[in-house]
């Protein structure tokens, strides 16, 4: 059976990017202990406005900011619901969470994906 995956495009302030790392570590700390098989966070090396889309079109990319591309793999999506809904309720996440952020969130792009073909 093929894995799931969670993704996820955002914009983050490159002065926030240490914080942000941060965060993302502690988090995938908490998804892997719930059952993540993976959690990858990668930040834009080579990435350029395109002609009609691109990564920082998506995410309205902003002076002072970069593209973060994201993910997390899980088994499948009942696998991915019971590891979200784990993580949602840890005290560890939600006081992540409930804190101060290091990136405007309504900017970022996300969803969930049946992988289809994995080597």
């Given amino acids: 059976m093929a894995n799931y995956v969670d993704g996820f495009v955002m ?3 490159r002065k926030n990017t240490e914080a942000y790392r941060r965060v993302a570590k502690a988090l995938a700390k908490i998804w892997r202990a719930h059952g993540a ?3 990858v966070e990668c930040i834009a090396d080579d990435v350029k406005p395109g002609k009609w889309t691109s ?3 998506a995410v309205k990319l902003k ?3 970069v593209v973060w591309f994201s993910w997390i793999v899980f088994k499948s999506r009942a696998h991915r619901d019971r590891v979200n809904a784990a993580v949602m309720k840890d005290p560890r996440a ?4 409930s804190g101060p952020t290091t990136f405007d969130g309504r900017r970022m792009v996300y969803g969930g994906f049946k992988a289809q073909v994995e080597a």
């Avoid at 939600?94 to 969470?97: D, E, G, L, N, P």
């Fill in 94 to 97: 939600q006081k992540i969470m």
């Fill in 11 to 13: 914009p983050i302030p």
């Fill in 37 to 39: 098989l993976a959690y």
């Fill in 63 to 65: 002076p002072g900011e």
């Fill in 55 to 57: 990564f920082p079109q």
